[in-house]
């Protein structure tokens, strides 16, 4: 069975930085792409960022929503089963639940949504401006 669980939420100022991490089990996590999304109240989830991991030539390849480009940057650890969110110059718009999702297979383009099958329980992440 497959587990995301989420942790480094929390509220910070505008401005500020966060990093979040997902620990995966039940999955041979090499073999997935994974991503984040997020969810602000009343509006629908939306894609974050998401990286692939590519074996055969040992590429990461990733992918971020314009929005965050140039302040968010994805990582993963595959020894550690983890996929990181580094987050700064975060705004009050980036406020929202964050949730972690694995999509099986190497992706050398955005995941499409569809692809991501298994999802985390989410961390609130809040900035005050």
């Known amino acids: 069975q497959v587990q995301l669980v989420e942790s480094g939420g929390g509220l910070v100022q505008a401005g500020g930085s966060l990093r979040l991490s997902c620990a995966a089990s039940?999955?041979?996590?090499?073999?997935?792409?994974m991503g984040w999304f997020r969810q602000a109240p009343g509006k629908e989830r939306e894609f974050v960022a998401a990286?692939?991991?590519?074996?055969?030539?040992?590429?990461?390849?990733?992918y971020y929503t314009d929005s965050v480009k140039e302040r968010f940057t994805i990582s993963r650890d595959n020894a550690k089963r983890t996929v990181y969110l580094q987050m700064n110059s975060l705004k009050p718009d980036d406020t929202a639940v964050y949730y972690c999702?694995?999509?099986?297979?190497?992706?050398?383009?955005?995941?499409?949504?569809?692809?991501?099958?298994?999802w985390g329980q989410g961390t609130q992440v809040t900035v005050s401006s």
């Open positions: 999702a694995a999509a099986l297979g190497t992706f050398r383009q955005v995941p499409p949504r569809a692809a991501f099958r298994s």
């Open positions: 039940g999955l041979s996590f090499s073999s997935y792409a």
């Open positions: 990286v692939s991991w590519d074996g055969g030539s040992s590429t990461y390849y990733t």
